[in-house]
């Protein structure tokens, strides 16, 4: 059975810093694209940032220079550190992890974790 948990997430202050983590179990990790989502209340979800499975990262605009995005093969987890936080950094943060070109049958969802950033 496929289990993707996120942890990690909080309140924290304009310019401080977070770091997400997320575990996923049952699945091959290191062939695995993983990605990390973002949806905020009223929005649609939004990719952040993706790390394939040789390492290659991608960033939205909004969070380059600021978030990074890393992955631990041997512990089949995969990280999101949060720098410069911004109030509109808010929202709920959700793990993805997906083996293109199959991404129909094998794309798998952790539950979220909320990043509230608020003075």
């Known amino acids: 059975q496929v289990q993707v948990v996120e942890s990690g997430g909080g309140l924290v202050q304009p310019g401080g810093s977070l770091r997400l983590s997320c575990a996923a179990s049952?699945?091959?990790?290191?062939?695995?694209?993983m990605g990390w989502y973002r949806q905020a209340p009223g929005k649609q979800r939004d990719l952040v940032a993706t790390v394939t499975s040789g390492g290659s990262t991608n960033y939205v605009d909004s969070v380059k220079g600021r978030f990074t995005i890393s992955r631990d093969n041997s512990k089949n987890t995969v990280y999101l550190q949060m720098n410069s936080l911004k109030p509109e950094d808010t929202a709920v943060y959700y793990c993805?992890?997906?083996?293109?070109?199959?991404?129909?049958?094998?794309?798998?969802w952790g539950q979220g974790t909320q990043v509230t950033v608020s003075s």
């Open positions: 993805n992890a997906q083996l293109p070109p199959y991404v129909n049958q094998f794309t798998y």
């Open positions: 049952g699945i091959r990790f290191s062939i695995y694209v």
